[in-house]
């Protein structure tokens, strides 16, 4: 397993609540990120952090709101998500350098009702 | 603007077989490219990258890749492939001269399926 954690591993919401995704990475990276990973689709990128300043956002619906508090954290806010949404979501880190690889948590598969 | 292709969704093989993962990039200059593993309910695994120098690059688990410029292709191979093998691959690229954050770009990934 990596050094990159995430809870929870599973989580089932309906549209009107209100949730968090946690990452943790325990290897030292300034450079955080989060996935989604939907079935027969590219891996999109939604944010990235470097040195917990957010340096990305690709154009991710208000309702998905990331939080950085240092460089070994990282959330993800849910609120008021929609079906479309269900997906396994990845998080991941790295240093800040192009030519460094990521290093990816095991995700959590997000289920909306 | 760079992107990946991975022609094929699935490859199978048999188990002690030489296997092939091909995949195809676009990038404005020299590329870095990289090749990720994934097994069921797990999050990517870095297995290789190419950066610079040696077009033959080894990685993890006896997976090596060879870059060829001409054809722009990062094909990742082995020479006897095992029943543990079986799982998602997903090749990446990203543009080094890209310039700010430089994002890298994944394909939509093969599955490999090693047939005992």
């Known amino acids: 397993e990596t050094g990159v954690t995430q809870t929870p591993r599973h989580l089932v919401m309906g549209m009107t609540n209100k949730k968090s995704l946690k990452c943790e990475q325990h290897l030292g990276h300034n450079a955080m990120y989060w996935y989604k990973q939907s079935a027969k689709k590219p891996l999109e990128l939604m944010f990235v952090y470097s040195l917990e300043e957010r340096v990305e956002n690709n154009s991710v619906p208000s309702r998905f709101s990331p939080e950085c508090p240092n460089s070994s954290h990282l959330f993800l806010h849910l609120h008021t998500l929609q079906p479309e949404d269900s997906a396994l979501y990845l998080c991941?880190?790295?240093?800040?350098?192009?030519?460094?690889?990521?290093?990816f948590g095991p995700g959590t598969r997000l289920t909306v009702l | 603007a760079q992107s990946v292709a991975q022609p094929e969704d699935q490859v199978n093989v048999a188990e002690g077989n030489p296997l092939t993962v091909k995949c195809t990039y676009s990038?404005?200059?020299?590329?870095?490219l990289f090749w990720y593993v994934q097994y069921p309910n797990r999050g990517l695994q870095f297995l290789l990258k190419y950066i610079t120098g040696d077009n033959l690059v080894k990685g993890s688990y006896g997976f090596e890749a060879e870059f060829n410029k001409s054809q722009t292709s990062f094909h990742l191979k082995k020479p006897s492939a095992l029943v543990s093998d079986s799982a998602l691959y997903f090749c990446a690229v990203r543009d080094p001269q890209g310039g700010g954050y430089q994002k890298v770009t994944f394909g939509i990934g093969t599955k490999l399926q090693v047939i005992p």
């Open positions: 990038v404005s200059g020299n590329p870095y």
């Open positions: 991941a880190s790295s240093q800040p350098l192009s030519r460094n690889e990521q290093f």
